[in-house]
């Protein structure tokens, strides 16, 4: 049985994400005092007196608008109510009932959802009195609270579970396969979750940036369940105000990557890799993510017999650091490649969960070493006695030699590649730990 779902709706700067922020215990809203920052659908667990749900939060609902990013704010909002089983239509307690709250109000109505109307920032006593004002909308019951103080939420959450039922914890365990979609902005992160989703699940436009937000979307394919995490476009940190929106929006990227499972890591055809493309990969590595690097709007490049092989090379120059990285050539407008994706994801995140057995494992070491002998430095010989594997997710294996200074780079490399030779750890980074062990003695 799924969690209840639970929609924020409301026109801008009412409070709706400070609410959510408060009710989930996690900052995945951004907040801010500038109308229409947050901008998609955002879902986040929430819980009281034992009872779970899912909040959703949504964009400000501008009803009157020719803005093209307001329009697609206003069907964010729209979905979420059709998908809600009980709407929150927030309003703000110190201006009062406007126009855009009658038109939301009328929205509302047609939906034929359960809708509790709430008061925000009823921050004192003297602010009580305009609770009652609100009983104008003739939408639902009326809750006073105060988001930023924490008023009134646990009246409002008694509410919420009056409403959504009988729903027990523990249902429904989280065993989706959470992937990451990353790269600079207008990469096209949105346009692939959504030809994936096979609706418009996050705003999409030529305005740089237009994400703001780590946006969560569950579904199934092929009988397998996914949350597909379309994050906002990363920038060079020289281009980003430290007191701007969006560095928040960067530092949800950085998150959402550490919460993946695996990570895609986009590509724009057209312009070739850049500097940026490469810090962005590089992130992913250091974080020990395994992964897929998708060449986007391969449709819109002009192709001979050489163009892949040509980018091929330029990929794996810039990005040698992880020459473990999958390559492939897609278009999310068009759609090409875009079911091939899953396979490479799935074989990635295998392979960052490969176990190997120790027995196993010091015979290729053995192997390695008979091939290419340990080198000698001052007259001093390195010597490698075994290996055992500490760790998945990534592969974290401990080296023991008699002198660590000994271990050149160029060994450990030549040792790694040995490895992934034997074992197929394609798609994923893997680590060697050096571990100085004294001859005639195990390591305690």
């Keep these: 049985m ?9 026109r801008p700067n009412v409070g709706k994400s400070t609410f959510f922020n408060r009710i989930t215990k996690t900052k995945l809203a951004i907040i801010e005092d500038t109308p229409g920052v947050t901008r998609d659908r955002i879902y986040a667990d929430a819980e009281w007196l034992n009872k779970e749900f899912t909040l959703i939060d949504t964009g400000g609902i501008d009803m009157d608008t020719d803005d093209v990013i307001l329009k697609q704010m206003r069907v964010q909002a729209e979905i979420a109510i059709d998908s809600a089983e009980l709407i929150l239509f927030f309003v703000d307690g110190k201006t009062g009932i406007t126009s855009e709250d009658y038109e939301v109000a009328k929205m509302l109505r047609k939906s034929g959802k359960p809708v509790i109307v709430v008061v ?7 602010d009580e009195q305009n609770i009652f004002d609100f009983y104008e909308l003739g939408i639902g019951d009326v809750v006073g609270i105060s988001s930023s103080q924490g008023l009134g939420l646990g009246e409002l959450l008694d509410e919420i579970i009056g409403y959504i039922g009988d729903y027990e914890p523990g249902e429904g365990e989280d065993d989706t396969l959470k992937i990451a979609l990353v790269g600079k902005p207008n990469v096209g992160k949105s346009s692939l979750t959504n030809k994936i989703l096979g609706y418009e699940r996050a705003i999409v436009s030529d305005i740089p940036g237009t994400t703001r937000d780590a ?29 701007s929106i969006e560095r928040y929006s960067v530092i949800r990227s950085l998150n959402a990557v550490r919460r993946a499972d695996v990570v895609v890591v986009m590509i724009d055809a057209t312009e070739g890799i850049t500097e940026q493309d ?12 395994p992964s897929v690097i998708a060449v986007n709007k391969w449709d819109a490049v002009e192709k001979d017999t050489y163009t892949i ?15 473990y990285a999958k390559k492939i050539y897609i278009s999310a407008a068009t759609g090409l490649r875009v079911d091939k994706l899953f396979a490479l994801l799935h074989e990635a995140y295998e392979h960052n969960a490969q176990r190997i057995p120790t027995g196993i494992l010091n015979d290729c070491l053995q192997d390695a070493i008979t091939a290419v002998e340990p080198p000698a430095t001052n007259g001093r010989r390195l010597k490698v006695f075994y290996m055992t594997q500490v760790s998945i997710k990534p592969p974290t294996f401990v080296l023991f ?8 780079f160029s060994y450990q490399r030549y040792l790694e590649n040995y490895l992934r030779k034997t074992f197929d750890f394609s798609g994923t980074p893997i680590k060697i730990i050096i571990r100085q062990r004294n001859e005639g003695r195990e390591e305690s």
């Design 2 to 10: 799924a969690k209840p779902l639970v929609a924020i709706v409301g």
């Design 120 to 126: 925000n920032k009823i921050d004192n006593p003297s």
């Design 215 to 243: 946006i969560d979307s569950v579904f199934e394919r092929d009988g397998a369940k996914y949350t597909i995490i379309d994050t906002a476009g990363m920038r060079k940190r020289g281009r980003i105000d430290d007191k």
């Design 278 to 289: 490469v810090k962005v990969a590089g992130f992913v590595d250091d974080e020990g993510k």
């Design 309 to 323: 092989e040509e980018y091929n090379k330029k990929i794996s120059a810039d990005l040698a650091f992880m020459p």
């Design 401 to 408: 030699v008699n002198e660590v200074p000994l271990m050149h």
